[in-house]
Nanobody, 116 residues
Framework: QVQLVESGGGLAQPGGSLRLSCAASGFTFSSYAMNWARQAPGKGLEWVSGIRSDGTNTYYADSVKGRFTISRDNTKKTVYLQMNSLKPEDTAVYYC?????????WGQGTQVTVSS
């Protein structure tokens, strides 16, 4: 079955960096766009970034543009989110997801905390 597993979260200081990974299995990874979304404490889900199946186009929310970079390695079936210049407001659980047909599949999430 389709499975997504995030990793790489943790505690970072303001201005610091983290790199999230999302390992995919159970589907033809190279055929599907991938996205990252996040949910901050007490807030709704926010889309963060997306990347096309072949990696040629990337998209970002205004809140992270210029600080975060999405990429993918189709040989490793993994999508990444490089997060630089982190801010306390980036604190959230980060999820990767993909849509196959009409079904959206989410990973279990990885916690990112930005605090001094």
């Amino acid at each position: 079955q389709v499975q997504l597993v995030e990793s790489g979260g943790g505690l970072a200081q303001p201005g610091g960096s983290l790199r999230l990974s999302c390992a995919a299995s159970g589907f033809t990874f190279s055929s599907y766009a991938m996205n990252w979304a996040r949910q901050a404490p007490g807030k709704g889900l926010e889309w963060v970034s997306g990347i096309r199946s072949d990696g040629t186009n990337t998209y970002y929310a205004d809140s992270v543009k210029g600080r975060f970079t999405i990429s993918r390695d189709n040989t490793k079936k993994t999508v990444y989110l490089q997060m630089n210049s982190l801010k306390p407001e980036d604190t959230a659980v980060y999820y990767c997801n993909t849509t196959i047909g009409s079904v959206v599949t989410w990973g279990q999430g990885t916690q990112v905390t930005v605090s001094s």
